[in-house]
């Protein structure tokens, strides 16, 4: 019957579709992304709101990103994550879920911390404790996206991402935002930063019963390694400790990053991750703060913001997943990155009309749903690039490299509308063409260095290892 009507091969065309979705694996990544995802309005949106409620200007809260600069420079302790074993917890559990669990227990401290900061009387001691939290999420940040990818074969790459960003926003839009800002309106800011501390035990319980990923290391990496470290012998004047120790800081620290700029296009690539989403960055930042001088009120926010964007945000996630899996990761970065550009303009609309509920809704929806195509898109890109041998270090490096811009710009976004003498629609307006800067570049990384990557892939039909 279903073939007469001609619905049995769209349902198999979609059982196809939505098959990656459909393993295992892609629940704990979805729990290790809501641990990801939860510190974030801690020390982004929600933070906003809560010193603006308490007078604190412009100027300082958009400083308040620089706090956030761990998650740009992670990559300078991502070679400790990689080779560094924790007494006791690497020996139980492994490499990656021993220093999972070590992040994420001093991550659950650091919130605690911040909860107990009062930034009416102390906003150093507010920074300080930011910056303690910042620090511990943008570490747990590398062991998960190392674990991520060491435990998925490069063709789930899209729809790993694409669980992973699913449990970011269960975590930070869903969860530690909307719910912050309800817990916020009827007990207090503090005891809501008290309450989702515990949120991040979600992240030690999938890490407790998921497997230690295995990866193997391909034969040039392997090679390139022991001829360094053969020419380091050959030093024989030099004590052996200190040859060891030469050779253990090659490996750990300097390895990744020379077999990066070995590749094709390195340069066009670095360049293209740093600049592609300055637009979201400077929107982001004070997005809350935009919400709150339009008259919104903090249930207003949570509602549209948090739920509706939400709802769209996993929408555009899922369809990312599709997306990359359809036309590949760089032509869906490209249609994805236009998309946002594109809906960053629908804020001007909204600062232009004043405070209308429709068109509030209409902004973030739309915001939301492109933002979960691009990241899908972007994070697999970034996942693509690295070798197996030094996965949490070079992801550390290329997402660090993204988060940079966006956190030091953002930074100024305060300013600027303080420059612009608080004219919202401007502001968006420049935020949607300042988006548009990484399109050119990417075009140029599709025509002429479409194939980058460098990861150890499992050869299905074959059963062979093959190195791309």
């Known amino acids: 019957m279903l073939a007469q009507l001609g619905l049995r091969p769209v349902r198999e065309r979609l059982a196809k579709t939505f098959a990656p979705y459909q393993d295992r694996r892609m629940l704990t990544l979805l729990l290790l992304g809501f641990s990801s995802g939860l510190p974030a309005p801690l020390v982004f949106s929600n933070l906003s709101i809560w010193l603006r409620d308490l007078g604190v200007s412009r100027t300082d809260i958009g400083l308040f990103a620089l706090a956030a600069t761990p998650y740009a420079i992670n990559f300078l302790w991502a070679p400790l994550v990689d080779r560094l074993r924790i007494p006791w917890l690497s020996a139980r559990f492994g490499r990656r879920r021993g220093w999972a669990l070590f992040t994420q227990s001093l991550l659950i401290l650091a919130i605690l911390l911040l909860s107990l900061t009062n930034p009416a ?36 790459y899209g729809a790993g991402s694409a669980a ?86 090659y490996v750990s620290l300097l390895a990744p990053f020379v077999e990066f700029t070995r590749r094709r296009g390195w340069l066009w690539i670095l360049v293209f991750i740093f600049v592609f989403k300055l ?23 949570a509602e549209v913001s948090k739920l509706y964007g939400f709802a769209a945000n996993i929408l555009g996630i899922l369809l990312g997943g599709i997306l990359v899996a359809r036309v590949g990761m760089l032509k869906a970065l490209f249609i994805s990155g236009l998309a946002t550009a594109t809906t960053n303009l629908t804020y001007a609309w909204l600062a232009a009309s004043g405070q209308s509920y429709l068109v509030f809704v209409v902004a973030l929806v739309s915001d939301n749903f492109t933002t979960g195509l691009v990241t899908v ?91 791309s």
């Open 121 to 156: 009387e102390n906003l150093l001691l507010v920074a300080a404790a930011v910056l303690f939290v910042t620090f511990m999420s943008a570490t747990q940040d590398i062991v998960i996206d190392a674990y991520r990818i060491e435990l998925l074969e490069p063709h789930l």
């Open 377 to 467: 898109a972007f994070v697999a890109y970034l996942s693509s690039l690295c070798n197996s041998a030094y996965t949490a270090t070079q992801y550390a490096l290329l997402a660090s490299l993204g988060n940079l811009a966006r956190i030091w710009l953002s930074a100024s976004s305060g300013w600027m509308i303080d420059k612009l003498e608080g004219d919202w629609t401007l502001f968006f307006v420049l935020t949607a063409v300042i988006a548009l800067i990484g399109l050119p570049l990417l075009w140029v990384i599709m025509r002429r260095f479409p194939v980058v990557t460098s990861k150890v892939r499992k050869d299905t039909e074959k059963g062979n290892e093959v190195v």
């Open 279 to 301: 637009g979201d960055a400077l929107l982001g930042r004070m997005s809350g703060v935009f919400y709150r001088e339009m008259g919104f009120s903090l249930l207003e926010i």
């Open 164 to 249: 992973a960003i699913w449990g970011w926003h269960l975590g930070g839009t869903l969860v530690g935002a909307a719910g912050g800002l309800f817990l916020a309106e009827y007990y207090g800011w503090n005891t809501a930063y008290m309450v989702l501390a515990a949120g991040i035990f979600i992240g030690m319980l999938a890490i407790l019963m998921s497997p230690e990923p295995q990866q193997a290391i391909s034969a040039e990496t392997l090679a390139e390694e022991s001829r360094v470290l053969a020419q380091l012998e050959g030093f024989k004047e030099l004590p052996k400790h200190l040859r060891n120790a030469m050779g253990w800081l």
